[in-house]
């Protein structure tokens, strides 16, 4: 069944996205979703730096 998520392309230097393919294999995760996890983790810890402090 296809993925009702929206698509968005990504523009990144290609050492950059061979750096995230390694990581991906490592924690066993497509390089999609590699990039999907650290998004995510940047987003929380952005916000418990900016909204949680106060």
Known sequence: MPSLLPIF???????????????????C???NKEIEYALMQYVKQYHKTHYDEK
């Open 29 to 31: 995760r497509s390089t």
């Open 9 to 27: 392309s990504l523009r990144i230097p290609e050492e950059l996205l061979d750096q995230i393919k390694q990581i991906a294999s490592e924690n």
